[in-house]
């Protein structure tokens, strides 16, 4: 189950992330809060922000080249 909720946290996440650093208006000052939205989980279910952060704070951690070919 802890592997589970670890999973899914790190699909949104790593969404949330992507979010951040694509958007092309305004990005997100240092302390404001991100705007709630809902991704696909692992399992095919949603997993909404809101639902996470109710839990605890959530850690955005990127690492650009993960998912490219360089």
Same mark, same amino acid.
């Given at each position: 189950?802890?592997?589970?909720?670890?999973?899914?946290?790190?699909?949104?996440? !790593?969404?949330?992330? $992507?979010?951040?650093?694509?958007?092309?208006?305004?990005?997100?000052?240092? $302390?404001?809060?991100? *705007?709630? &939205?809902?991704?696909? $989980? *692992?399992?095919?279910? *949603?997993?909404?922000?809101?639902?996470?952060?109710?839990? !605890? *704070?959530?850690?955005?951690? %990127? &690492?650009?080249?993960? &998912? %490219?070919?360089?």
């Amino acid at each position: 189950m802890l592997t589970r909720s670890l999973a899914l946290r790190a699909t949104v996440v !790593g969404a949330l992330a $992507g979010l951040l650093f694509s958007a092309p208006a305004h990005a997100l000052e240092v $302390g404001q809060k991100a *705007p709630d &939205f809902a991704l696909p $989980g *692992p399992d095919g279910k *949603p997993v909404k922000l809101a639902d996470l952060t109710a839990k !605890g *704070p959530v850690v955005i951690y %990127t &690492f650009v080249q993960a &998912f %490219t070919g360089t």
